[in-house]
T-cell receptor, first 112, second 112 residues
Framework: QQQVKQSPQSLIVQKGGISIINCAYENTAFDYFPWYQQFPGKGPALLIAIRPDVSEKKEGRFTISFNKSAKQFSLHIMDSQPGDSATYFCAARPLNTDKLIFGTGTRLQVFP | DAGVTQSPTHLIKTRGQQVTLRCSPKSGHDTVSWYQQALGQGPQFIFQYYEEEERQRGNFPDRFSGHQFPNYSSELNVNALLLGDSALYLC???????????FGAGTRLSVL
């Protein structure tokens, strides 16, 4: 069964600090790895995404690092802000499909 | 430009009843996917519709069915509701061949 494992379950960071969320997958046949941000009462919103032929992608304060050999990818949020407090989900898309397999989520709290 | 819209926002049903949830995709999108998000979990893929046909399906029983209309909007039907069907049901729309899926705010279904 294809799975995506996400850690930590929750994360508390001080304003200005770096938030790091990790994901690992168990099947090599994935071709797209997005990260979604979800606020309470809202649907997930795409934050940043990467394909497996790239080792790193940066968009503003958000960076994805991808390690194909280790089957791991992570989200780094630099200069974390209270407005970043939300639940973050990693996901992976199996090859030749459009469905996304999500991790279990990380609840991030950024304190001023 | 309206994003993905879902209705209703909240719904309360009793066991054994049937429910229909509705989704209008983002303007210009032709593909609709449905996900179930249990409390504290990541979304799980139910199925996807394109050209008015179910194209892919996740591990959900056939009590879950759907439909896509010529205007690309979609419905999710769940028959013989169980307590375990209580969840947030998310609709995601995309343009065939493109990576990004845009999610609606979801319908919160409570089964009593």
């Amino acid at each position: 069964q294809q799975q995506v494992k996400q850690s930590p379950q929750s994360l508390i960071v001080q304003k200005g600090g770096i938030s790091i969320i990790n994901c690992a997958y168990e099947n090599t046949a994935f071709d797209y790895f997005p990260w979604y941000q979800q606020f309470p009462g809202k649907g997930p919103a795409l934050l940043i995404a990467i394909r497996p032929d790239v080792s790193e992608k940066k968009e503003g304060r958000f960076t994805i690092s991808f390690n194909k050999s280790a089957k791991q990818f992570s989200l780094h949020i630099m200069d974390s802000q209270p407005g970043d407090s939300a639940t973050y989900f990693c996901a992976a898309r199996p090859l030749n499909t459009d469905k996304l397999i999500f991790g279990t989520g990380t609840r991030l709290q950024v304190f001023p | 430009d309206a994003g993905v819209t879902q209705s209703p926002t909240h719904l309360i049903k009793t066991r054994g009843q049937q429910v229909t949830l509705r989704c209008s995709p983002k303007s210009g999108h032709d593909t609709v996917s449905w996900y179930q998000q249990a409390l504290g979990q990541g979304p799980q893929f139910i199925f996807q519709y394109y050209e008015e046909e179910e194209r892919q399906r996740g591990n959900f029983p056939d009590r879950f069915s759907g439909h896509q209309f010529p205007n690309y909007s979609s419905e999710l039907n769940v028959n013989a509701l169980l307590l375990g069907d209580s969840a947030l049901y998310l609709c995601a729309s995309s343009l065939r061949g493109e990576d990004i899926q845009y999610f609606g705010a979801g319908t919160r279904l409570s089964v009593l």
